[in-house]
């Protein structure tokens, strides 16, 4: 079979699962579709406005999730700036509907045969897509300053609702991730704030897996393929390999950005999204994945790679060391 079709059976085969999900907008309000639809204008260039109307007028209850998945492998494409179109072309990406949060790339099927068209599959769940959003959201209500100060809130709860997805897939958490409290004006504006780190988030996290590709951690790809089936993973160390993914991923974004504070907010966003991570490590005392190194190992590479070429006039370091 080929990458696409591999793709295409892990979407169907996740459908089966108990705790399988889908984007679903049908109980927007009228003002939470505008809120929608500014964030999604904002997101997505000129040329790409199908993408926008699938979500916004599907016309099946999976488009907004396969609209979403079409976006970010195009950004896959353009953050890397055609450079490695060959290996792109051979690749596909998918959103398994699940709430779990694993994301991996994969070059081989089920059957340990490699792909027809020799392309990869990368496979993110959805849940992955839930948690950001909610991780993001904590960030922004609980740096609300100046006029806006008066609706700062405790992150703490969205950030357990975020967990609560990680422990237990439960759906009802994401309605937390909406402003839909906050006067409409002041929602557009957050709502874009959060589209734009969400997405952020997972285009770092579905270049880190194209980085596998380029870099041909054909090893990783497969510890990732026996970790999507549910077997016990035995890892002889690969962190080095993760490491490069890692800073593949975030100099294609830096790259693609002339704003040394927006690169720097880039790099702050992706390590909040990894000390949540070594947070439920730590509540559950084990590694969401073995294959990766300690997330806050992770943070550290990535600084030592941003301040190779960023002066540090912000004082992350600092925010690191007191994370």
Same mark, same amino acid.
């Given at each position: 079979m080929t990458s696409q079709e591999y793709v295409n059976i892990k979407q169907k085969e996740a459908l089966k699962y108990i705790d399988?999900?889908?984007?679903?907008?049908?109980?927007?309000?009228? !003002?939470?579709?505008?809120?929608?639809?500014?964030?999604?204008?904002?997101? +997505?260039?000129?040329?790409n406005k199908s993408l926008v109307e699938g979500v916004l007028q599907p016309a099946h209850e999976n488009q907004p999730l396969e609209n979403f998945?079409? =976006?970010?492998?195009?950004?896959?494409?353009?953050?890397?700036?055609?450079?490695?179109?060959?290996?792109? =072309? $051979?690749?596909n990406l998918g959103f398994i509907r699940r709430g779990s949060l694993e994301a991996g790339c994969v070059s081989i099927d089920d059957f340990n045969k490699p792909f027809e068209d020799k392309g990869y599959a990368i496979l993110i769940n959805i849940g992955l897509y839930y948690a950001i959003n909610l991780l993001v959201k904590s960030i922004i209500v609980e740096n609300l300053q100046n006029d806006w100060e008066q609706y700062k809130q405790d992150p703490l709860p969205l950030f357990d609702n975020a967990l609560e997805i990680y422990l237990h897939h439960n759906t009802k958490v994401i309605e937390n991730m909406k402003f839909d409290k906050f006067p409409t004006k002041i929602a557009k504006e957050l709502n874009s704030v959060q589209a734009n =780190?969400? $997405?952020?988030?997972?285009? +770092? !996290?579905?270049?880190?897996? +194209?980085?596998h590709v380029v870099n041909g951690d054909f090893g990783i790809m497969n510890l990732y393929h026996d970790s999507f089936?549910?077997?016990? !993973?035995?890892?002889?160390?690969?962190?080095e390999k993760e490491f490069l993914a890692d800073q593949f991923a975030l100099k294609c974004?830096?790259?693609?950005?002339?704003?040394?504070? =927006?690169?720097?907010?880039?790099f702050y966003t992706i390590s909040f999204f990894l000390v949540w991570v070594s947070a439920i490590e730590k509540i559950l005392n084990t590694k969401i994945s073995t294959v990766h190194p300690d997330p806050i190992d992770r943070i550290w590479n990535l600084y030592d790679f941003m301040i190779e070429t960023h002066e540090d006039k912000y004082n992350y370091k600092n925010w690191v060391k007191t994370t």
């Open positions: 399988a999900w889908d984007i679903k907008l049908n109980r927007l309000t009228n !003002i939470e579709k505008e809120n929608l639809l500014d964030m999604l204008n904002e997101q +997505f260039p000129n040329y998945a079409k =976006s970010l492998y195009n950004d896959i494409d353009y953050y890397t700036n055609g450079q490695y179109r060959e290996l792109y =072309s $051979v690749t =780190s969400t $997405v952020r988030l997972m285009q +770092f !996290i579905a270049l880190h897996e +194209f980085g089936l549910g077997k016990e !993973i035995n890892i002889i160390s690969e962190h974004l830096l790259d693609n950005d002339n704003n040394t504070l =927006s690169k720097w907010g880039s």
